[in-house]
């Protein structure tokens, strides 16, 4: 395995998800012990402070999973209504995207097995790049 690259999450998304996985019975999600670990080494920044080429949660990011190409919202289960556009924080990608910056990419657990490489090629949209503070 490669080394992760350095990631960066913003004290409001790191509160919602630490809320939202304290609310989950034990076993309910596959991938918690990977999202927490991310959550664990992310730099912490306000919003204010977040760099404008970083996913945070709420951001449409194009991007690859071993080379194949998707656009997708990046968003917290409750927000999840399309999977054709939007893509839930706790699915594994989702888990692997969030904090990472345009053109890093990093490897990551396949659900039923094996990695993939996932890499972030561009930030549609970031809210806190468009002012979005207190989404």
């Known amino acids: 395995m490669t080394a992760r690259p350095p990631i960066v999450i913003s004290s409001m998304d790191l509160h919602r998800l630490e809320k939202l996985l304290d609310d989950l019975p034990p076993g309910a999600f596959p ?3 990977e999202l927490e670990d991310e959550l664990a080494r992310g730099k912490l920044v306000e919003p204010a402070d977040m760099p404008e080429d970083v ?3 709420n951001s449409t990011v194009r991007f690859s999973v071993d080379d194949h190409s ?3 919202t990046l968003v917290y289960p409750p927000s999840l209504q399309d999977s054709d556009e939007q893509i839930s ?3 594994p990608v989702g888990s692997a995207l969030l904090g990472m910056r345009e053109g890093n990419s990093i490897d990551w657990p396949r659900p039923g097995g094996g990695r993939m490489q996932v890499k ?3 930030i549609v949209f970031q809210p806190e790049r468009e002012g979005e ?3």
Do not use: C, F, I, N
Request: net charge neutral.
């Open 31 to 33: 991938g918690r012990d």
């Open 120 to 122: 972030v090629e561009e």
């Open 70 to 72: 998707y656009t997708k």
């Open 55 to 57: 996913v945070s949660m």
């Open 133 to 135: 503070l207190h989404r």
């Open 89 to 91: 924080v706790m699915a």
